[in-house]
């Protein structure tokens, strides 16, 4: 019996890139993101194994994915930040690896194990990035303002990064990341290690972007975060896509995501409560 996977055949994906053209108007292209045939290997290991993907623009678009499922190695490549072995990627309408110039100013970037320049204050750090942007200096200073009291920093504006927590340091990435309105918005693993305080204003700042037609992509693993967020979902497995649509569509008759993901990653049936009988028993 075929899987909810192999009911998504390319003829599907080209038929929701149609009905996407269609939903945004005559001629208008509505695909942010599109991968075809993407390779990527590390010595004998497969990290991504010939996927093509097609992301629908102005969506809040979820990868998801066990850990080792090749999501990070697809969103570098994707962002121009690793170049794959094989295969074409085109983000709004522009060949990553042909036109790569024009690809970085129309996205933005929020790689997991962000690296900032910690010797910065947090202003610095977007007027720094504004100006490499090529934004005019009082423009920068403007939306600089604006993101730190939206995303809750004003209070930490001109303490150095190296001293910003780990939600801090994701949200003064997010900052530098949306600085320059970019079409796309690429994130790694977003929320990962940030408070609930800091998740939520992170969220509310994405949904809002979202709202006035640009696209997020995210990777992540928590699928309730996904359920809660997301238009559309990607499902990565073993560097292959086993799924991909609508939330509806990838949850099927599945009572939640987090049900539907683990049979299509093949981890429904496992238990481990027998192989560890002796943890937990008498000393």
């Given at each position: 019996m075929?899987?909810?996977?192999d009911?998504?055949?390319?003829?599907?994906?080209?038929?929701d890139?149609?009905?996407?053209?269609?939903a945004?108007g005559?001629g208008e292209?509505r695909?942010?993101?599109?991968?075809?045939?993407?390779?990527?290997?590390?010595?004998?290991?497969?990290?991504v194994?010939g996927?093509?993907?097609e992301?629908p623009?102005?969506?809040?678009?979820?990868?998801?994915?066990?850990n080792?499922?090749?999501?990070?190695?697809t969103l570098?490549?994707?962002?121009?930040?690793l170049?794959?072995?094989m295969g074409?990627i085109?983000v709004?309408?522009?060949?990553v690896?042909?036109?790569?110039?024009?690809v970085?100013?129309?996205i933005?970037?929020l790689?997991?194990?962000?690296?900032?320049?910690?010797r910065?204050?947090?202003?610095?750090?977007l007027?720094?990035?504004?100006?490499?942007r090529?934004l005019?200096?009082?423009?920068?200073?403007?939306?600089?303002?604006?993101?730190l009291?939206?995303l809750?920093?004003?209070?930490?504006?001109?303490k150095?990064?190296?001293?910003?927590s780990t939600?801090m340091?994701k949200?003064i990435?997010?900052?530098?990341?949306?600085?320059?309105?970019p079409?796309?918005l690429?994130?790694?693993?977003?929320?990962?290690?940030?408070?609930p305080?800091?998740a939520q204003t992170?969220?509310g700042?994405?949904?809002?972007?979202?709202?006035?037609?640009a696209?997020?992509?995210?990777?992540s693993?928590?699928?309730?975060?996904?359920?809660?967020?997301?238009?559309?979902?990607?499902?990565?497995?073993?560097?292959r896509i086993?799924?991909?649509?609508?939330?509806?569509?990838?949850?099927?008759d599945?009572?939640?995501?987090?049900s539907?993901?683990?049979e299509l990653?093949?981890?429904?049936?496992r238990?481990a409560g027998?192989s560890l009988?002796?943890?937990?028993?008498?000393?």
């Open positions: 075929p899987d909810r996977a009911a998504r055949t390319e003829t599907d994906a080209t038929e890139a149609a009905a996407g053209a269609s945004g005559a292209t695909t942010a993101v599109r991968v075809q045939g993407l390779w990527k290997r590390f010595g004998d290991q497969v990290a194994a996927i093509d993907l992301l623009a102005g969506k809040f678009v979820g990868l998801v994915g066990p080792g499922a090749g999501k990070t190695t570098s490549m994707v962002t121009g930040l170049r794959p072995d074409r085109e709004a309408g522009h060949d690896w042909t036109d790569p110039v024009e970085k100013s129309r933005g970037v790689p997991e194990g962000l690296r900032l320049f910690e910065l204050s947090g202003r610095e750090l007027a720094y990035n504004g100006r490499l090529g005019p200096g009082d423009e920068v200073d403007k939306r600089a303002t604006q993101l009291d939206v809750d920093l004003a209070g930490s504006q001109h150095l990064v190296v001293d910003y939600g340091r949200k990435g997010l900052a530098a990341a949306l600085l320059h309105n079409e796309v690429f994130l790694d693993e977003p929320f990962e290690g940030v408070d305080v800091s992170i969220r700042v994405l949904e809002r972007y979202t709202r006035s037609g696209t997020v992509v995210f990777s693993h928590v699928m309730e975060l996904v359920e809660s967020l997301c238009d559309w979902v990607a499902v990565m497995a073993a560097g086993k799924a991909r649509g609508t939330l509806a569509e990838v949850r099927g599945a009572p939640s995501l987090q539907a993901f683990l990653v093949g981890a429904g049936g238990d027998d009988d002796w943890l937990g028993g008498s000393r």
